[in-house]
């Protein structure tokens, strides 16, 4: 993708990522309200290291919903997006707020206690 300005590049995130919560179904979004959504340039070696990748779109880091104790006490989650990888493997601006997208979502769907192969048998359907 071309080389976009950082404050342009900035605002397509914000508004893909706020396009993508409203889009969510009530129940889903508000439980969402202990997950904190942020936008880092690239992956630490730590993060890297924690899911064995060479290079991450997205991280979630916290505990799944599924795991929550009895009480159903909120325990802080984080959801990180990462510039770097998505925009250098975009082919255009429609192209990088589609890969955005579907980042979050799937950031969103391991927070519900989804995991990857669970992930990939739901996108072959």
């Known amino acids: 993708m071309a080389e976009q300005p950082a404050d342009e590049l900035d605002a397509l995130f914000d508004r893909v990522i706020e396009a993508t919560l409203r889009s969510l179904p ?48 909120a325990a802080p989650s984080k959801i990180t997006l990462f510039r770097g990888a998505l925009v250098r493997h975009s082919s255009s601006p429609a192209d990088l707020a589609r890969r955005i997208e579907e980042t979050l979502l799937h950031e969103i769907a391991h927070h519900f206690g989804i995991d990857d192969d669970r992930l990939r048998e739901l996108q072959r359907h």
Do not use: H, K
């Open 26 to 73: 009530d129940p889903f979004l508000s439980q969402l309200g202990s997950v904190a959504i942020v936008v880092e340039d690239e992956a630490s070696p730590a993060q890297l290291a924690t899911v064995g990748a060479y290079g991450l779109y997205g991280l979630y880091q916290g505990v799944p919903r599924t795991r929550w104790g009895v009480d159903n006490v």
